[in-house]
């Protein structure tokens, strides 16, 4: 096959057309102390050349390196540019590596320029120590206070008349020097030259359809390749505007999206699920008639979809739409494969979704699917100008993939003999993939090559497939799969991260042995060679790239470290990133790691980094949640509002929440006694502040009564200590959780006149359970939603009972997978200290061997058992502490346990 045409277009002339050509449309837009900032094209032009011929004026040029390091913003795109424009190369680096990874980097390309963010800056200047090639730093946002250059003073020196593009420059120009994130954890530098980044302006914009008109969401991290081809070649040379996203997270995403009207969305497979779930727990949310509802939509767009398009997708699911701010049309996916179900559901909803392949030697992509032709599983076709081939392909066409073009890179920076090892003599580039072309000429891809297993058997057992098939269970949220030799034999390995809903209900003894149970339930139906022999639970998230690819070698590096306490959750190993190393500096992740260790003990815990998940690593739940902020608001005289308190997902956001906070303060004129804690706020809801709905009593009534019925004739179901709840309430019902029958008996137990006084607390997932939404939809019923605001529970809980009125509670939070009482959530010894109420313990039995959690009730299989409902003695926390049991500084979680106890020995 003949080598493809060169391409002798440079990207340098594209942009200069593009900045000409579109000089009064918006380009760039970064919402900064809750406004919008906009740059025009000439804007972006007349700042490029300013930090171009401040670069030039200070000295840079003729090959010289400067490294870009900090959050995605308009800053950083005009110092991206720069660098090149002014005769050196750019090195983007990413700020989430470890500090001594950076310093590698630096040493190895002898980058004399460094263009950071603040919160960056104190690493930077502790690499600077032993790097004496470093000659300045330039701070990429706000302002300092150091004898250092900010970005825009450091621009004010260069002419904004003098052209940093009116060079010539050459195709075979080297622009940027980007470092790998690859999964083997050693970094490579690619050189990529003014060639390649033609492809996605010439290319890829036309295959989708886009155009100038085109608003693309720039979150995609722009020191990668897939952010730096959608966000810079390919959005900048067509005249689009960019709407920046400092951090992929969902809520400040749909705040860009919705006020930008965002068209085009570049995202990594694991933003894409998130997008999708959230869509799918918010239909949950409104209840089973809403579920229904949005399954006859499906239906019909999945029957009508292929005669009336797109349009009528769109008005199907236009409230779906309208959440992504309406116009979000075009979704291209990268960096890992994409599921299934989210491929289908988006497509189904309307929306135009593609993927595209491609590696840091190719800047970005080098196939891409059409925008007018998705293929499910397919990364599309190869680009104009460039080729592609399967060398030694399979039986079934499967062998590693061949690339020659105008994407493909010049090779590996100062080491020529990695460069001849990925080249063959025809210029063929060894990508290390493996797939295979369907006849179309669409390539699927099946994995790595080095990431094969190959078993003693001779079969090969691809973890890519095994991930997908594994991922797809709910009690699963990340699983690594990997090969690895024990005892002379290759085995089919992983490390598990459970599920929230799994980690939260059965705690972190348990869980091992929930997810052992999937497994083997899944693998039933498995040829023998694709089921997984070993795996261990991990806590935290497993280390992965920035696309979200899992670091084969740290998992495996992981698993050996964790396997002699095999069954047992443990921290995952690794070093801080840059990014955590800065954060870590500062006085706020003190005060928070101070709280955090206080609250939850550091007995086992190796160390607190800010990108800790708050749940998932710390194990700080909703409640410990409340208790955290609460601490920290009176230790540091600062007001957590109650709508930021769920948003929070890491140590660091926390972090960064209260130093926004602090200097807010610093501008204000109110005293300290205007200070009130969360506790404090919860403590002085007042019934008037409440909205409380009673709903029917008939409803509830004839429920209870249908359900003793059914419960009376088939099992025998006893009912014994009514006498307890002769006494004048408010008090809380305290009852074990076991099935979804349990809320019926109870309130079937409850004699006619408690029962009308009576609200019930559950999980807002049980509106939307078929055989129970009827009766609570209209019940007095306070719903409590999974992992989300549980300070509105409260406050209706609160003010339940300051009316007098009873409240029915599960403190376990959830079913028992297991029919052992899980541990009792601190809920309700908030409630016991914040209105004195008392409570009755009640002891459900029977209800577990009746109706299984995941099975359909034993109508006629249950006649052995003796199912009860078991009201005991009330108590108040006066008394629990006048017998000793408790102390009058015993915490929530301590009271919790106390009552947990009183239960589970009745």
Known sequence: ??????????????????????????????????????????????????????????????????????????EWVIAYHAFFCAGGYTIPVDPNLP??????????????????????????????????????????????????????????????????????????DPTVLLFTSGTTGKAKGVVLTQRNFVSAPLHGVPRMKVSREDTMLAVLPLHHVFGAAANIAAALCTGMDLVFVASIKGP?????????????????????????NAIEHTVRSKGMLAMIFFRILFFLSMTLGPVFGSALRKKLFASVHATFGGRLNLIVSGGASLGKKYFIGFL???????????????FGPITLCPGSAPRLGSVGTILPDNDIKIREPDARGVGEVLLRGACVFKGYYANEQQTRAVFDAEGWFYTGDLGYIDRHGYLFLSGRIKDVIILDSGKNAYPDELEDFYGASALIEEIGVFGVTIQGKEIIAALIVASAAVTKTYGTDKTPEVIHSEIVRMGRNLPSYKKLTDFLVVAGSLPKTTTQKFKKHELRQLYFAARDTT????????????????LSATEEFRAVQHHILSLIGA????????????????????????????RLEESLKLTIADEALFKLQTVGDLCQLVAELKSAKATQTSGEGSIQTIRQRLSAVSPAEVSLSQGSNMVSDAAATLAFSISKMLWKL??????????????????????????????????????????????????????????????????????????????????????????????????????????????????????????????????????????????????????????????TLQKLID????????????????VQDIVEKM
């Open 603 to 630: 007995k086992g815990l190796r160390e607190i980094f800010p990108s800790n998940n708050l749940d998932l690593d710390l194990g700080l739940d909703s409640m410990k949640r409340v208790e955290l902020c609460s």
């Open 718 to 875: 006893t009912v014994g200590g009514v006498e307890n709840l002769s006494e004048d309430g408010p008090f809380i019902l305290c009852a074990n959780h076991q099935s979804y029958i349990d809320i019926l008996w109870l309130l079937y137990a409850l004699p006619p006149r408690v029962r009308a006084n009576t609200f019930t607390t559950g999980k807002s997932d049980l509106l939307s359970f078929p055989l129970l939404y009827p009766f609570i939809k209209n019940m007095p019923f306070i719903p409590v939603e999974r992992g989300g605001d549980v300070l509105k529970a409260l406050r209706l809980s609160i003010a339940v009972l300051k009316q007098g009125k009873n409240l029915i509670i599960f403190p376990e939070g959830g079913r028992s997978r297991t029919g052992s009482i899980i541990p009792f959530k601190a809920g309700i010894g908030m409630l016991m200290l914040e209105t004195n109420a008392a409570v009755i313990p009640v002891k459900i039995k029977g209800s577990y061997e009746i109706w299984p959690p995941g099975e359909l009730p034993k109508f006629f299989g249950g006649r052995h058992v003796s199912p009860s409902v078991t009201f005991g003695p009330r108590f």
């Open 883 to 898: 017998l000793g049991k408790l102390s009058a500084y015993s915490t929530d979680e301590r009271i919790a346990a106390c």
């Open 567 to 582: 069954g047992k959750i443990r921290p995952p190993l690794g070093v801080p990133s840059a990014m955590d190393a800065a």
């Open 99 to 172: 500090a001594a990874e950076i310093g590698e980097i630096i040493r190895i390309s002898q980058a004399g320029f460094v263009v950071c963010s603040s919160s960056l800056l104190t690493v930077i200047e502790e690499l600077c120590r032993g790097l004496p090639c470093i000659q300045k730093i330039i701070i990429l946002n706000g302002n300092t206070t150091r004898a250092l250059e900010s970005f825009n003073d450091f621009c004010m020196t260069g002419d904004e008349s003098a052209e940093a593009l009116a060079g010539q420059f050459f195709a075979d």
């Open 348 to 362: 189904r909803m309307g929306f135009t979704i593609v993927e595209g392949y491609g590696l840091t030697e190719t």
């Open 1 to 74: 096959m003949d080598a493809p045409v060169q391409s002798s277009v440079v990207y340098a002339d594209l942009l200069r057309a593009s900045l000409s050509r579109n000089a009064t449309r918006q380009c760039f837009h970064i919402k900064r102390n809750g406004e919008w900032q906009s740059w025009t094209y000439a804007d972006f032009g007349r700042d490029l050349n300013r930090c171009t011929d401040a670069l030039k004026k200070a000295g840079f040029g003729g090959g010289d390196k400067g490294v870009v390091i900090g959050e995605n913003c308009p």
């Open 252 to 276: 400040l995403i749909m705040e860009a999206m919705r006020e930008k009207r965002v068209s085009i969305l570049p995202a990594v497979p694991k933003m894409v699920a998130l997008f999708y």
